[in-house]
């Protein structure tokens, strides 16, 4: 693939801070996008005997039943029928700046609270990898795709920001931490931004979110120490995630609406496992921030792993400022499971994302309940 020049200026960089009854044991099992491509059998091994691995739970929570799939039918409405759907607003004008900056000037709704005035944000650079082959996902209504959400963060000062997370568990959704607490990189005159709160919409389509929203105040977010400490020292990104807490009240007809969605499931390679991951296919769909595309539309790519270090995982997927958050996941088909191996953070030459090592995964996992 060819590949696009790397950005010395950070002035230049493209930024990256880009509920129903519960489904019985028996509820039928989904299917892929046609888009999914090749999928990954061999790499995850069985999740009962595997400490380092949670399952996802991607079944159709309908009661028990399914939509038979008829040409030209809408399964988007009736999917999400019964569900707290909701009309939101978004940016009515997406100024294209030269430096690719991640924020507009201009058009953007009111903040969800008073914002300060001055300050900018920090950027990381992403990239699409050649030829951009992300397309967009129209039904989001299904699974994986209710499963990965829209962030809109308004910080402390200055604009508000955009990013994507994904549900992790009933009961909260995983992110990179960058999108919540925006360090300066190489501006000694920037200031650190942190989040005041986060609306978190699964699912969203354009002005539609399917399954309402939610939203979170930061104090109640968890993120590691050392990332608040020193993130924008840590080397290649490590501790670049952060967990939003699910309010009790977004639910539907009594039970979690999260519960009724789905959620990933998570895979740490040990150091033992990590050859599995050669050559492994990988997925990934998020929230990009571009002049050129709908805001708040979910945009898809796949690639394969090309390498794996102690820290993060390297992979040619196209990615832009936007999808920072998002879920880089193994679809195992035969077992129905999608497991999370990295959190999609940036990119250069190729992208890059937070890998889930043992420390990552014990964390996650304790922060989430599971």
């Known amino acids: 693939m060819a590949r696009k020049a790397k950005k010395h200026s950070s002035a230049r960089m493209r930024n990256n801070r880009t509920r129903g009854v519960r489904a019985p044991a028996a509820a039928s099992r989904s299917h892929p996008d046609s888009s999914s491509g090749v999928t ?19 079944a159709e929570t309908n009661g028990g039943g399914s939509v038979e799939k008829v040409p030209g039918f809408d399964v988007f409405r009736a999917v999400t029928s019964g569900f707290q759907s909701r009309r939101i607003a ?9 430096d690719g900056g991640f924020f507009s000037e201009g058009g ?13 944000s920090a950027s990381k650079p992403e990239n699409v990898i050649g030829v951009d082959s992300r397309i967009m996902v129209t039904d989001t209504s299904t699974i ?3 499963c990965i ?6 910080y402390e000062f200055g604009p508000v920001g955009f990013g994507t997370g994904f549900l992790i568990g ?7 931490a960058h999108v919540l607490v925006n ?14 709160q986060i609306r978190v919409i699964p699912g969203r389509s354009g002005t539609i979110a399917p399954y309402g929203y939610f939203e979170s105040k930061f104090a109640d977010c968890k993120i590691p120490d050392q990332w608040l400490r020193d993130g924008g020292s840590q080397p290649d ?4 995630f952060a967990v939003i807490p699910i309010p009790d009240d977004y639910e539907t007809r009594g039970s979690p609406t999260a519960e009724r969605l789905g959620y990933f499931g998570l895979k740490c390679f040990t150091e033992d496992e990590v050859a599995k991951a050669k050559m492994l296919f990988v997925n990934n769909a998020g929230y990009p921030y571009e002049a050129d595309k709908p805001y708040g539309s979910l945009w898809y790519n796949a690639g394969r792993v090309r390498t794996m270090e102690k820290t993060y995982v390297e992979y040619m997927v196209d990615t832009e400022g936007g999808q920072s958050g998002s879920p880089v996941y193994c679809y195992d088909e035969e077992k129905n499971q999608r497991y999370v191996i990295a959190v999609h953070t940036t990119g250069d030459f190729v992208n890059r994302g937070l890998r889930i090592t043992k420390e990552v995964f014990e964390t996650i996992k304790n922060w989430t309940g599971r």
């Open 237 to 240: 990104g490590a501790w670049d």
């Open 90 to 98: 978004g940016p009515t004008t997406i100024l294209a700046r030269p």
């Open 40 to 58: 990954a059998r061999k790499a995850v091994p069985d999740p009962v005997g595997d400490p380092f691995a949670l399952e996802s739970f991607m």
């Open 108 to 120: 953007v709704q009111p903040p969800l609270l008073p914002r300060p005035a001055g300050g900018s």
């Open 149 to 154: 959400c829209h962030l809109e963060v308004e």
């Open 170 to 176: 009933p009961k909260t959704v995983l992110t990179a």
């Open 144 to 146: 994986p795709w209710r």
């Open 183 to 196: 360090l300066p990189r190489s501006d000694p005159t920037e200031r650190r931004r942190t989040a005041r």
